[in-house]
């Protein structure tokens, strides 16, 4: 996940929530059981973060997110979900059955890391500092899940909608939100209603999606001695002119739309010409229109570079290709802050005295149902954290963590109750 810069503030939590606008679920505000679950999981604060230390101390390295998975399979079950299952991607899978014909919600954090099989992945506590990797992203949104379904266990709370529990798989990187894609795809397609993913640290709310197109780009030819066969095309060089090309696009600052070369690679020696040259390319934006128009300015920058590259050597019989694939698509789309489910995020933030802020742009597990229309959104874990994607990430729940699950309960009962 991407992490915007939230600020954020706290007044005094009330035991007895205040009101909110009608439009939001009275009924459910005032469920003596919904306000027996937030008081549940203020207490169980410290059963929450030894959730989170345990969960992310079980390595989940990108596509290896399997013995996590197993453990978040086995508290599912211990903490009173039905049907807990994994389906054939990965996700795992449990439910809270609704007592009529209400709304189905998925309330869901992402098992994979960003880090490689191998990394150490102990939790280091100094003070109320936890750090190691991937402890706010997302072991963070994993405990969230875990306390909201203990606490909802605990009071029994049932509302008329069924209410979904998801540890998705492939958030991060190459994953390419497969988890995700599959959850709307084929293993619940067509049945979900609303949408939360529960991703990093703070209490931020992000409702529109950041797009990206990600591609391997590879010019190949076939090489030879850089003095003995001089005068052929060189991958190398055409790989330069199209870096070039890229760094000269024009994108617009509104909608923030961005391009980057990542890696670069290729090469034998130093006094070789290059068979081939391969760089990796991430191309992002709010909007899809403006995601398209620079997908196009790239793709010709592209096949530019391959022409100036063979011009440049008229008498060469050598032939240089390029091949480009698909790294990752990823949806752009966005929800206007009147949409019903982005409405009760922060009226939810307003009933637990949590400052609502501008809401945000990201790439998260809600950039797939957004991307169909599906109401979603993605919310901070709670507490403070930084390093995202280091080894050195560190998380710390301050005095008020337990406004970050409380939060996402509140959430997901209002969106579960009356519409």
Sequence with gaps: MHHPKITYAFTALSLCVPALPAQNADATRNDPRVRAALDSIRAHNAWTLAQQISICQIPAPPFKEAQRAQELRRRFVAFGLAKVRIDSEGNVIGERTGTGKGPTVVISGHLDTVFPEGTKVTVKRTGTRLAGPGIGDDCRGLAVLLAVARAFNEVKLREPGTIYFVGTVGEEGAGNLRGVRHLFSKEMKDRIDYFISVDGIGLGITSRAVGSHRYRVSYQGPGGHSYGSFGMPNPIHALGRAIAAISELRVPANPKTTFSVGIVSGGTSVNSISSDATMEVDLRSESAEALETLDAQFQQAVQSALASERARWPESKVRLTVKLDTMGIRPAGGQADSARIVRVAQDAQRALGITVGRTEASSTDAN????????????????????????????????????????????VAMLAGRE
Aim: hydrophobic content about 40%; charged content about 10%.
């Design 368 to 411: 797939i149902p957004i991307g169909i229309g599906i109401p979603a959104i993605t919310i901070d874990g709670g507490g403070t954290g930084g390093g995202a994607h280091s080894l050195t990430e560190w998380y710390d729940d301050g005095v008020k963590g337990f406004l970050g699950p409380q939060w996402a309960a509140l959430i």
